[in-house]
């Protein structure tokens, strides 16, 4: 079924989430709502105006709730369509009762998950990039993310993408002109402002494209290896952090014989602690495999903790899973120095932190340094223009594109062509190209492959 067929739908769904609450939502969207709250209400209430109504089976007429209506006239609407709401009372056989009446509507089907904001997109009300944001504003967790998903449903990085279209544009109108009017005489400067316009862009794409790592990481979250010899504190290491019993804690080795992973905010920032299996060799199959698995863990992690203690020697050429920015925490300060265990000190990774998780304060010293680690360089994640991997992919093609065609300019000037760009044709090209990119991010160009997938990550009401 394409677009235009479901625009011609009236659908409806629950707005909430199912169970049993004070107050829940249904939403219909379509030409047929206003009949659909007609038929309900009895009446169409006063635009965007919440009016107490009686709720009653539009064939039996028996009363089903007393509810809030509200009437949403279109344009003026989330879909850009006419929009009824209804807010009733939140038992589940209400709603039962009431999404039954509405099925049985002529012209009325039930919302697929998604639609409602597809046909706000559709419909102009919102660009791609403000549909995530929005998808990503009902999925955040954390504080960090909720500032990122907002910024991005308030439309900050479709501005920015309409803003350098127009400017590209700019510059690929001088171009055209060059072209048509070859034979005129045209500003001497031409070719360096068209440069300029380029560059200017360029270089603030460039800006957005070094922050895309810290917008995608903030949206999925971190994740961090705890690695160290049995008994080195690393399930204590996660309770602390965690401030619940997520994990084992014995003094016998070896309990925990696979990875254990914990959701845990660090200030705002989401991070995924995962507990693994003491490192040291054993001839425990188990054992032997969960330490396979904390290596393998290790690998994968965008940062590792690895605890040292006095009375648990690491096992050998164990540093050779950290890099740079990994921590390495001295447990136990109270138990004494650590002994010398060689590769520790090695210039590739910081020198252990003396800590003691006994201590209460042990685990928030911890907990600060994972978020000095994690905004590495002062950038703040939530700031980032670029939260995806095809915001990345788009813009990387945008800014060769226009490198592109600096080439071209750039050989021009050199041969002092007059004005003219020595090959216009491709010259445009790249222009054309680096504005294809950009249209892909806010949805406006090619993107009729993704827009199943966007939209099927919301909920049945959304």
């Known amino acids: 079924m394409t677009p235009s067929d479901l625009s011609r739908d009236t659908i409806f769904a629950p707005a909430t989430a199912p169970g049993r609450a004070g107050v829940a939502v249904l939403r219909v969207s379509g030409p047929r709502a206003g009949a659909a709250l007609e038929a309900l209400a009895g009446r169409l209430p006063s635009p965007r105006r919440a009016t107490l109504a009686d709720l009653r089976h539009p064939i039996s007429g ?21 929009v009824a709401e209804l807010q009733i009372h939140g038992g589940p056989a209400i709603l039962a009762a ?10 009325l089907r039930l919302a697929a998950p998604g639609e409602f904001t597809r046909r706000a997109f559709e419909n102009g009300k919102l660009d791609l990039t403000q549909v995530e944001g929005l998808a990503d504003l009902l999925a955040a967790e954390t504080e960090a993310q909720r500032r990122a998903a907002l910024r991005q449903l308030d439309g900050a990085l479709g501005e920015a993408c309409r803003g350098w279209s127009k400017r590209i544009s700019e510059a690929l109108a001088f171009l055209e002109a060059s072209i048509d009017f070859i034979d005129d005489e045209l500003p001497p400067d031409v070719i360096a402002r068209m440069r300029a316009k380029a560059a200017g862009v360029g270089g603030e794409i460039a800006a957005a494209l070094a922050q895309a790592e810290h917008g995608e990481r903030l949206r999925l979250g971190w994740r961090v290896a705890i690695l160290g010899a049995p008994n080195a504190g690393k399930s204590t290491l996660l309770n602390a952090l965690t401030q619940r019993r997520a994990a084992i804690v014995s003094d016998r080795p070896g309990t925990t014989r696979d990875a254990i992973e914990a959701a845990v ?8 602690l995962i507990d693994t299996a003491g490192l040291r060799e054993t001839e425990d ?8 698995r904390a290596r393998e863990l290790a690998a994968g992690a965008d940062l590792r903790i690895f605890l040292l203690a ?28 650590l002994p010398d265990f060689g590769d520790v000190s090695r210039e590739t990774i910081s020198p252990p932190l003396p800590v003691s998780l006994k201590d209460p304060a042990g685990a928030a010293q911890v907990a600060a340094l ?25 813009l990387s093609r945008a800014a060769e594109a226009l490198a592109g065609f600096d080439d071209l300019a750039a050989q021009s000037e050199a041969d002092d062509a007059a004005g003219l760009i020595a090959y216009p044709e491709l010259a445009a090209e790249e222009l054309r190209a680096a504005l294809a990119a950009l249209g892909e991010v806010t949805g406006r160009v090619g ?16």
């Open 285 to 292: 199959e188990i054992e032997r495999e969960g330490v396979t």
């Open 98 to 107: 009431l999404l039954e009446a509405l099925g049985g509507l002529e012209g």
């Open 370 to 394: 994972l978020k000095t680690r994690i905004l590495a360089g002062g950038a703040d994640p939530s700031a980032a223009l670029l939260t995806r991997a095809r915001h990345k992919a788009a």
């Open 310 to 337: 006095p009375d648990a020697p690491p096992p050998e050429n164990v540093f050779n899973l950290f890099s740079s920015g990994d921590l390495i925490l001295a447990n136990k300060s109270d138990l004494g120095p």
């Open 447 to 462: 993107v009729e492959a993704l827009l199943d997938i966007v939209f099927s990550e919301f909920c049945l009401g959304k």
């Open 62 to 82: 028996e009363r089903l709730d007393q509810a809030l209506a509200l009437w949403f006239p279109a344009p003026a609407s989330f879909t850009g369509e006419d």
């Open 265 to 272: 905010e660090i200030d705002g920032l989401p991070v995924t």
